[in-house]
T-cell receptor, first 112, second 114 residues
Framework: AQSVSQHNHHVILSEAASLELGCNYSYGGTVNLFWYVQYPGQHLQLLLKYFSGDPLVKGIKGFEAEFIKSKFSFNLRKPSVQWSDTAEYFCAVRGNTDKLIFGTGTRLQVFP | DTGVSQNPRHKITKRGQNVTFRCDPISEHNRLYWYRQTLGQGPEFLTYFQNEAQLEKSRLLSDRFSAERPKGSFSTLEIQRTEQGDSAMYLC????????????FGPGTRLTVT
């Protein structure tokens, strides 16, 4: 069965700090990988996605993620966070069916 | 606004009552998905449609849950004989037919069963 693990449940950073959120998945076949973000009071929005090709994917708002197939990982990074990045971040995987399997999410708080 | 819309946004009901939620996808999106999200968890897949055909249902979707998409446009999710464990945020998403696209989520319907 497919599953997604996000080991960081709650991350607290100061502005300008660097961010890395871990995501590991369990699935033996070809996967599509996603990071979604949910800002306070808003709905889920796509940050970035990986389908194939360059394993380093760039998304909106300066976020990027790297797919490492051998580690079954798709970690999210941002070199310098801002207060406006305060949100909940969800990693998701899509295997051979169209449903998304989400991780439990990481709550990021950025203080000025 | 051309995004996914869901109604109602909030629903409070007593245990044992039936509730129905509606989702209007982005126009011309062939696929429509329902997910459920509880506090501290990520969204969990419930079911999805391609046009009017229901293609997959999760084991989470007990017999008390039914979803329809009668004309391949909007969808409804009905929960019969609600239980307190049904309290959650119910999310709808839609996507085009191509697998090379993401799912676009609506704002959700928050259900509270008292």
């Amino acid at each position: 069965a497919q599953s997604v693990s996000q080991h960081n449940h709650h991350v607290i950073l100061s502005e300008a700090a660097s961010l890395e959120l871990g995501c590991n998945y369990s699935y033996g076949g070809t996967v599509n990988l996603f990071w979604y973000v949910q800002y306070p009071g808003q709905h889920l929005q796509l940050l970035l996605k990986y389908f194939s090709g360059d394993p380093l994917v760039k998304g909106i708002k300066g976020f990027e993620a790297e797919f490492i197939k051998s580690k079954f990982s798709f970690n999210l990074r941002k070199p310098s966070v801002q207060w406006s990045d305060t949100a909940e971040y969800f990693c998701a995987v899509r295997g051979n069916t169209d449903k998304l399997i989400f991780g439990t999410g990481t709550r990021l708080q950025v203080f000025p | 606004d051309t995004g996914v819309s869901q109604n109602p946004r909030h629903k409070i009901t007593k245990r044992g009552q039936n509730v129905t939620f509606r989702c209007d996808p982005i126009s011309e999106h062939n696929r429509l998905y329902w997910y459920r999200q509880t506090l501290g968890q990520g969204p969990e897949f419930l079911t999805y449609f391609q046009n009017e055909a229901q293609l997959e249902k999760s084991r989470l979707l007990s017999d008390r849950f039914s979803a329809e998409r009668p004309k391949g446009s909007f969808s409804t999710l009905e929960i019969q004989r609600t239980e307190q464990g049904d309290s959650a945020m119910y999310l709808c998403a839609s996507s085009p037919l191509s697998r090379d696209d993401e799912q676009y989520f609506g704002p959700g319907t928050r259900l509270t069963v008292t």
